[in-house]
């Protein structure tokens, strides 16, 4: 591959590869199939759990490798093998929880367990959790019982309540047990292990890539990365170059190097093709 171009790209899936109709728009995916045939290398990035992707990637031109629950699990999207995987233990649900209870009482939880592959996993939640979207049924569970195993992440959720207000009302008093952050403003936030973001997992992928001794160039950058909310802050800040969709948040279009076209309107492949014409 040419290093007239990226060697790394990396993408959000909700509200950032797919539209509003959870379709990878056409533009999106002529681009993708021609950097992948161009050597480059397609990442997906996403809040969304293993068992949530087979839905985008049997859209695409390319079973890529996908870092998931923004950043607890990267893998291997065409075999379904979970490659590294990082878990928030009891004891530190434990200590988040009682948080949640101090700042946010009344909030429901809920998490996602590690199963042995993509079709092997459990979402457990409590009686009061409530869905922030439209979903399939969960597997309710005691309050203490969703606390009582390894997760991936934990969601804590108040309807009604804007997700930047349930982080604001925390205080800053889980930073120094979890990740915490969110890819909807209904209400929800997350909870992954200390140090783990889209952005970790994307380091490890991309140090077994030529991306790993490439160097960035003002015209030509190693990495891209496209995202839209503020879970996605993180691989924007890493990426050598950044680009917050048009329908991000104004947080993410702040931290950004440079604001597209909106997912529906195909924005990533509006800046792909300045390097794929």
Same mark, same amino acid.
């Given at each position: 591959?040419?290093?007239?171009?990226?060697?790394? +790209?990396?993408?959000? +899936? !909700?509200?950032?590869?797919?539209?509003?109709? !959870?379709?990878?728009?056409?533009?999106?995916? *002529?681009?993708?199939?021609?950097?992948?045939? !161009?050597?480059?290398?397609? +990442?997906?990035?996403?809040?969304?759990?293993?068992?949530?992707? *087979?839905?985008?990637?049997?859209?695409?031109? +390319?079973?890529?490798?996908?870092?998931?629950?923004?950043? *607890?699990?990267?893998?291997?999207?065409?075999?379904?093998?979970?490659?590294?995987?990082?878990?928030?233990?009891? !004891?530190?649900?434990? *200590?988040i929880d009682d948080v949640l209870r101090e700042r946010l009482p009344g909030s429901g939880i809920a998490a996602e367990r590690l199963g042995a592959d993509a079709a092997d996993a459990d979402f457990v939640a409590s009686p009061d959790y409530e869905h922030a979207w439209i979903h399939p049924a969960h597997l309710e569970v005691g309050h203490a019982e969703v606390l009582s195993e390894p997760v991936l992440k934990l969601l804590a959720r108040v309807p009604g309540m804007p997700s930047a207000e349930m982080l604001a009302a925390l205080r800053g008093e889980v930073d120094h047990l979890a990740d915490v952050t969110y890819s909807t403003t209904n209400g929800l936030i997350e909870f992954a292990a200390r140090g783990v973001t889209k952005a970790s997992g994307l380091s490890r992928i991309a140090a077994s890539t030529a991306a790993a001794t490439a160097t960035p160039s003002a015209d030509v950058p190693v990495t891209v990365a496209f995202g839209d909310m503020p879970n996605d802050l993180e691989m924007l800040r890493w990426a050598d170059h950044g680009v917050a969709m048009g329908n991000a948040i104004p947080a993410v279009h702040a931290a950004a190097d440079e604001v597209t076209l909106t997912n529906d309107e195909a924005g990533l492949a509006h800046v792909l093709r300045r390097w794929w014409v």
């Open positions: 591959m040419s290093r007239s171009r990226p060697i790394l +790209v990396a993408t959000d +899936v !909700d509200g950032t590869l797919i539209g509003s109709d !959870d379709l990878v728009p056409a533009a999106n995916l *002529a681009v993708v199939e021609d950097l992948v045939a !161009d050597g480059a290398t397609f +990442v997906l990035a996403t809040g969304r759990p293993p068992r949530w992707l *087979a839905q985008v990637v049997d859209q695409l031109p +390319v079973a890529p490798l996908a870092v998931c629950a923004n950043g *607890a699990v990267i893998m291997d999207t065409g075999s379904g093998e979970f490659l590294e995987t990082s878990l928030l233990d009891p !004891d530190t649900l434990a *200590a």
